[in-house]
């Protein structure tokens, strides 16, 4: 338990209303959660001792479990205060403040006795707070022991006078006597000794062999045989007269130093020699043991029952198995459930992790188990880890399957459709059927996510359609029989159709051929008609550029003819004119 979740204040461990004892659940609650081993301190005597003042002081704390200054009783049942060791790192000191034996207001003092019980059982020391001196009435008292010699019995009823001793103290607490308000000398036969020898002293055995003296050993044989260690203190009165009903409120200075120091001797005894609550077999106690040990025991006791020790211990390994099988199977749940995620694509992928979280919460059942010698708990876990993991298999397949059903419907709803309106009601339309089936096959092996049912879902939904396919097959071949026989009858009509044509077309081929021969003829004679009609027009050119060039030579023969005349006529006038003048003038 962490220091800062430890309790401010002390709380009712187990009430004790109208004689019957009754369990606080919410003290249970806080030692559910402690999970350091416990020191546990409890102590008993008469009421109005000043048994709560000492539990404070071991608390460290002047005020806590209730110091009354009447004479009524103030603590009812039994009072649990749970604080961190002053000495002992990582472990918590329970302190257990028990309602006052003797109280005049009780009922039934029987009561008392259970008290007394309950004290003994639950502590790893055992305060004995009694007054005074030890005298025959403290003896007395404590003689409730004895009482438990049946509560406590572990195999057989242990025989206290005889050599044999069967039953198991190992785990008895320790027994710390404390003698309030002490008056006397610590001396006998004139020698000094010690509170220790004081205590072995009054619990010394007589010799003798009669009833009295019988009843006189049996209490000291009682204690002798259930406490095997024993240790006693002594304390003056604090201090005096009024003081006394402000204890709470007094200072160390304002107290007397004896008391002070005796306090203090008292509290480093406690602190470092008490031990761990121990169970037989070495079994430490912690929060939720000391809780079961609670209940267990006060359950008993409101019965009727005995609680035997060897009773109690299988009780409690019975319940802090079950609650680390409950713990481990929890674990398994948290896990598989955040990290598994339905459907896995393999089931070996389950597997794997199913074992691996196995062996954590195997693995956290052994850690918070407890005396499972014989494994029987452990083969319970195995055996409910096996059936959840047969389980969770279930819900894998059928995660899958409802996966794998959902999305083949999406996938193959469009084909369904298309079959519904006639799509493949054709010739070859099994052929495209299967093309199309074919390419949402894929489309759906394509799909991640969809578990180890994937196959086999497939494969029945296809099965299941097996009937459609083979009446689109039938269909198909029907259809495909009458195609043919139409296609034959359309072949015959279009061979015929063809002849038609092939025979039209060397029909108008011979015309084009004739039609031919006749335009190259006609282009002939037109030909013809051209050439001779150029022929005729160039022989006319010709003949009128021959005319148009004689034409011109006799011009330009006339022309250089009167040129000569000209000439000559000139010629005649200069010289005409020479003659006349002596110059020669040309004209």
Same mark, same amino acid.
């Given at each position: 338990?962490?220091?800062?979740?430890?309790?401010?204040?002390?709380?009712?461990?187990?009430?004790?209303?109208?004689?019957?004892?009754?369990?606080?659940?919410?003290?249970?609650?806080?030692?559910?959660?402690?999970?350091?081993?416990?020191?546990?301190?409890?102590?008993?005597?008469?009421?109005?001792?000043?048994?709560?003042?000492?539990?404070?002081?071991?608390?460290?704390?002047?005020?806590?479990?209730?110091?009354?200054?009447?004479?009524?009783?103030?603590?009812?049942?039994?009072?649990?205060?749970?604080?961190?060791?002053?000495?002992?790192?990582?472990?918590?000191?329970?302190?257990?403040?028990?309602?006052?034996?003797?109280?005049?207001?009780?009922?039934?003092?029987?009561?008392?006795?259970?008290?007394?019980?309950?004290?003994?059982?639950?502590?790893?020391?055992?305060?004995?707070?009694?007054?005074?001196?030890?005298? !025959?009435?403290?003896?007395?008292?404590?003689?409730?022991?004895?009482?438990?010699?049946?509560?406590?019995?572990?195999?057989?009823?242990?025989?206290?006078?005889?050599?044999?001793?069967?039953?198991?103290?190992?785990?008895?607490?320790?027994?710390?006597?404390? +003698?309030?308000?002490?008056?006397?000398?610590?001396?006998?036969?004139?020698?000094?000794?010690?509170?220790?020898?004081?205590?072995?002293?009054?619990?010394?055995?007589?010799?003798?062999?009669?009833?009295?003296?019988?009843?006189?050993?049996?209490?000291?044989?009682?204690?002798?045989?259930?406490?095997?260690?024993?240790?006693?203190?002594?304390?003056?009165?604090?201090?005096?007269?009024?003081?006394?009903?402000?204890?709470?409120?007094?200072?160390?200075?304002?107290?007397?130093?004896?008391?002070?120091?005796?306090?203090?001797?008292?509290?480093?005894?406690?602190?470092?020699?008490?031990?761990?609550?121990?169970?037989?077999?070495?079994?430490?106690?912690?929060?939720?043991?000391?809780?079961?040990?609670?209940?267990?025991?006060?359950?008993?006791?409101?019965?009727?029952?005995?609680?035997?020790?060897? =009773?109690?211990?299988?009780?409690?390994?019975?319940?802090?198995?079950?609650?680390?099988?409950?713990?481990?199977?929890?674990?398994?749940? !948290? !896990?598989?459930?955040?990290?598994?995620? +339905?459907?896995?694509?393999?089931?070996?992928?389950?597997?794997?992790?199913?074992?691996?979280?196995?062996?954590?919460?195997?693995?956290?059942?052994?850690?918070?188990?407890?005396?499972?010698?014989?494994?029987?708990?452990?083969?319970?876990?195995?055996?409910?880890?096996?059936?959840?993991?047969?389980?969770?298999?279930?819900? =894998?397949?059928?995660?899958?399957?409802?996966?794998?059903?959902?999305?083949?419907?999406?996938?193959?709803?469009?084909?369904?459709?298309?079959?519904?309106?006639?799509?493949?009601?054709?010739?070859?339309?099994?052929?495209?059927?299967?093309?199309?089936?074919?390419?949402?096959?894929?489309?759906?092996?394509?799909?991640?996510?969809?578990?180890?049912?994937?196959?086999?879902?497939?494969?029945?939904? +296809?099965?299941?359609?097996?009937?459609?396919?083979?009446?689109?097959?039938?269909?198909?071949?029907?259809?495909?029989?009458?195609?043919?026989?139409?296609?034959?009858?359309?072949?015959?009509?279009?061979?015929?159709?063809?002849?038609?044509?092939?025979?039209?077309?060397?029909?108008?081929?011979?015309? !084009?051929?004739?039609?031919?021969?006749?335009?190259?003829?006609?282009?002939?004679?037109?030909?013809?008609?051209?050439?001779?009609?150029?022929?005729?027009?160039?022989?006319?050119?010709?003949?009128?550029?021959?005319?148009?060039?004689?034409?011109?030579?006799?011009?330009?023969?006339?022309?250089?003819?009167?040129?000569?005349?000209?000439?000559?006529? #000139?010629?005649?006038?200069?010289?005409?004119?020479?003659?006349? #003048?002596?110059?020669?003038?040309?004209?």
């Amino acid at each position: 338990m962490a220091p800062s979740i430890h309790m401010p204040e002390p709380m009712c461990l187990i009430g004790n209303t109208e004689e019957q004892l009754v369990v606080n659940q919410e003290a249970l609650e806080i030692l559910s959660n402690i999970t350091q081993p416990m020191v546990v301190v409890a102590i008993v005597g008469l009421y109005r001792t000043g048994k709560s003042y000492l539990m404070n002081k071991l608390a460290g704390k002047k005020t806590g479990f209730s110091v009354g200054s009447t004479v009524q009783s103030q603590t009812k049942g039994i009072w649990m205060w749970c604080v961190p060791h002053p000495e002992k790192p990582d472990h918590t000191l329970v302190l257990l403040d028990t309602e006052g034996l003797g109280d005049v207001e009780k009922i039934d003092e029987k009561n008392d006795t259970q008290i007394f019980a309950l004290a003994i059982l639950l502590s790893s020391t055992f305060v004995y707070n009694t007054m005074s001196k030890i005298d !025959q009435g403290a003896i007395d008292l404590l003689h409730n022991v004895t009482e438990l010699t049946d509560l406590l019995r572990t195999r057989n009823s242990p025989d206290l006078s005889g050599a044999e001793q069967t039953a198991d103290v190992s785990f008895f607490p320790d027994l710390v006597w404390t +003698l309030r308000d002490f008056y006397l000398s610590l001396e006998t036969d004139g020698q000094a000794i010690t509170s220790d020898d004081y205590l072995e002293n009054s619990l010394k055995l007589k010799q003798g062999s009669d009833e009295r003296t019988q009843s006189f050993n049996l209490p000291r044989l009682c204690i002798q045989k259930f406490f095997p260690v024993k240790k006693c203190f002594i304390f003056e009165s604090p201090t005096h007269g009024k003081k006394l009903a402000q204890l709470e409120e007094l200072q160390d200075s304002e107290l007397i130093p004896e008391f002070v120091q005796q306090l203090t001797e008292f509290s480093s005894h406690i602190f470092s020699q008490s031990k761990i609550k121990t169970l037989p077999g070495g079994i430490q106690v912690n929060g939720p043991r000391l809780e079961s040990l609670v209940v267990t025991y006060v359950n008993a006791i409101n019965n009727g029952d005995l609680p035997c020790v060897e =009773n109690i211990v299988i009780t409690m390994a019975k319940r802090e198995n079950s609650a680390a099988v409950q713990k481990a199977i929890s674990h398994y749940d !948290q !896990q598989m459930g955040q990290k598994v995620q +339905l459907p896995t694509e393999t089931q070996q992928e389950l597997l794997d992790l199913h074992r691996a979280i196995e062996s954590e919460a195997i693995e956290i059942f052994r850690k918070n188990s407890f005396k499972d010698e014989d494994q029987s708990f452990q083969k319970e876990l195995e055996t409910l880890l096996s059936e959840k993991k047969d389980e969770i298999c279930k819900k =894998n397949a059928k995660a899958s399957s409802e996966c794998c059903s959902a999305l083949i419907e999406s996938i193959f709803k469009p084909l369904e459709q298309e079959v519904a309106q006639g799509v493949y009601a054709k010739p070859g339309g099994h052929s495209l059927f299967l093309q199309k089936r074919e390419q949402l096959k894929t489309q759906y092996q394509q799909k991640p996510g969809k578990g180890i049912q994937a196959e086999e879902v497939l494969q029945k939904y +296809l099965q299941a359609k097996e009937p459609l396919s083979n009446t689109i097959l039938q269909t198909d071949q029907r259809l495909t029989a009458k195609e043919r026989e139409r296609e034959a009858e359309r072949a015959r009509a279009e061979a015929a159709r063809a002849e038609a044509r092939r025979l039209e077309v060397l029909r108008i081929q011979e015309e !084009q051929r004739r039609a031919e021969r006749e335009r190259l003829h006609q282009e002939q004679l037109r030909k013809m008609e051209r050439e001779k009609a150029n022929f005729l027009a160039e022989q006319e050119r010709i003949q009128k550029v021959r005319l148009q060039k004689e034409a011109e030579r006799i011009k330009a023969e006339q022309e250089a003819h009167l040129r000569r005349l000209q000439e000559q006529l #000139n010629q005649t006038r200069c010289e005409t004119h020479h003659a006349s #003048n002596g110059d020669c003038i040309l004209l």
